[in-house]
């Protein structure tokens, strides 16, 4: 069968199989890794997802790379609460909005966790950096969220 | 009353074998909301589980998505299994170290499990993978925090996207593999597996593939031309193969080696 120009059967799976080996070595790789993030999923009602929604990376474009040290902005939001963070070379500085004292608690999905508190304006410091990826649990007095994953 | 209803709800679903697909719900009977005979209802749903695993036509993707978004940690394994070509292919493409590629797609696939129940519809998640992929792939470019490759042995792509390569070719080669891959993903599981193994180089043997599959050698070249028709007719190979007619009046990918 003969389609769009001779793209057969043959020529089709050559470029597949081509498709394929380029990427087969990293994808094995990652998939035990990758299987295991299931293990992440939260199933707590009470615990709101907080995502993503600014990312100071995500505008400053490739050609103009952040100079050394710049810091990168982050802002989780869920409906009651927001989670700014600061991602410097040798630590992370976060701000809960509303303000009010909380445990934060740093997560990888290596495992490892680290908890802090913030103080009653809600400005809380997490050094050293931690692995990547990363996300915070924060259990405040206005609720519980949990941050979207992100690699720093 | 009780029996009319029962006789209902056995016809209205009556068993269609390479017919019930995993996207159906077992469950939108309209007699479910009055009072039903339990024990009945349940035995029809067990009838339908088990016609989704002899039907190998439908894309098994819809039913991965949902059963994997209500705690079903094989159905996630097996979407990891069969996307993570696909979202390699998409966060290669920004040359990220081997080492960044698995952290950003690790990234991608742990943000998945929290927003699965959050994708409009199970046939989303392609979309979503490779949108998120790109841009996590762009964002770990711009925090300029990249390692580079420091062993060249160890680091290093192979190379498939050559310096002398035509541009435009080059964006051709990669839209399809990410078409192809696309495509190959939603396969159902017996053309999938047959088509990744006549892709292992050294190519296997006819008489190996039929062991490994457990299928008859003489079943193996009809198999593979339901497959290669079925992924050119997946939404992925469908757009790209419609791309392609758009690009170049005179038809489809020429050129290629």
């Known amino acids: ?152 | 009353m009780e029996p009319t209803l029962d006789a209902r709800a056995r016809s209205a679903r009556p068993p269609r074998p390479g017919r019930i697909t995993a996207a159906v719900p077992p469950l939108c009977l309209p007699t479910r909301r009055r009072p039903v005979p339990t024990v009945r209802l349940q035995l029809v749903e067990v009838e339908l589980v088990e016609e989704v695993h002899v039907d190998d036509e439908q894309s098994p993707i819809a039913g991965l998505v949902t059963a994997a978004n209500q705690g079903d940690q094989e159905a996630w394994r097996e979407l990891v299994a069969r996307y993570s070509p696909l979202l390699v292919n998409v966060i290669r493409r920004f040359r990220l170290s081997r080492a960044e590629t698995e952290d950003v797609a690790q990234t991608v696939w742990l943000r998945m499990v929290e927003h699965l129940g959050s994708l409009r519809e199970p046939h989303a998640l392609p979309k979503w993978l490779v949108t998120t992929g790109r841009r996590e792939a762009m964002r770990h470019l711009a925090t300029g925090r990249r390692d580079w490759p420091q062993d060249p042995q160890q680091d290093v792509w192979p190379v498939v996207l050559t310096d002398d390569e035509d541009p435009a070719e080059a964006l051709d080669r990669a839209e399809r593999h990410q078409a192809l891959l696309a495509g190959l993903a939603e396969l159902p599981s017996r053309q999938r597996d047959l088509l990744v193994m006549l892709m292992v180089d050294p190519p296997l043997a006819y008489v190996e593939i039929g062991a490994r599959l457990g299928i008859p050698v003489g079943s193996i070249g009809p198999t593979r031309s339901r497959a290669i028709e079925r992924l050119r007719q997946t939404p992925a190979m469908v757009a790209y193969q419609a791309g392609v007619d758009e690009l170049s009046p005179s038809g489809g990918p020429g050129g290629r080696s």
Not at chain 1, 51 to 76: I, N, Q, T, W, Y
Not at chain 1, 81 to 95: F, H
């Open chain 1, 1 to 152: 069968m003969t389609e769009r120009g001779g793209y057969d059967d043959e020529a089709l799976l050559a470029d597949l199989g081509e498709a394929w080996r380029d990427v087969a070595p990293v994808a094995a790789a990652l998939t035990t890794r990758a299987q295991a993030a299931f293990s992440w999923r939260t199933v707590d009602a009470d615990l709101e997802l907080a995502a993503l929604h600014f990312d100071s990376a995500a505008h400053s474009g490739v050609s103009s790379r952040a100079p050394e040290g710049a810091a990168r902005v982050l802002v989780f939001s869920s409906t009651p609460l927001t989670v700014e963070l600061e991602v410097l070379p040798d630590q992370l500085v976060g701000q809960l909005v509303p303000p009010g004292a909380a445990d934060v608690t740093v997560e990888t999905d290596a495992g490892t966790t680290t908890q802090v508190r913030s103080d009653e304006r809600g400005y809380f410091v997490v050094a050293p950096l931690p692995g990547s990826p990363m996300r915070l649990r924060c259990d405040t007095a206005t609720g519980r969220l949990v941050t979207d994953w992100v690699s720093l």
